[in-house]
């Protein structure tokens, strides 16, 4: 069973950077396509970024030459670094797999970009 930590969060000024990390537990961690996922205030649960077990990489249009997702299956860690963040990218910030298992959903890390 695997188990997913969110951290790296905060409060960062627009055209800043910040670096999610999402812990995993379980074994199988490494064969898994992982994404990062984010909710805004009214919206629904959007995904940002993907990564397959190899590291091959996807992204939404609005993130896109901002954002980077990578692994280290070694640590079982998914990464998410966040560039010339703007107001909108203000929200909960999840992981889980690409597939959104509904119970992996942990409580997510904060990201609020704002002068």
């Known amino acids: 069973q695997v188990q997913l930590v969110e951290s790296g969060g905060g409060l960062v000024q627009p055209g800043g950077s910040l670096r999610l990390s999402c812990a995993a537990s379980?074994?199988?961690?490494?064969?898994?396509?992982m994404g990062w996922y984010r909710q805004a205030p009214g919206k629904q649960r959007e995904l940002v970024a993907a990564?397959?077990?190899?590291?091959?990489?996807n992204y939404a249009d609005s993130v896109k030459g901002r954002f980077t997702i990578s692994r280290d299956n070694a640590k079982n860690t998914v990464y998410l670094q966040m560039n010339g963040l703007r107001p909108d990218d203000t929200a909960v910030y999840y992981c889980?797999?690409?597939?959104?298992?509904?119970?992996?959903w942990g409580q997510g890390t904060q990201v609020t970009v704002s002068s």
């Open positions: 889980n797999t690409a597939t959104a298992r509904p119970n992996l």
């Open positions: 379980g074994s199988m961690f490494k064969i898994y396509a």
């Open positions: 990564i397959t077990g190899g590291g091959s990489t």
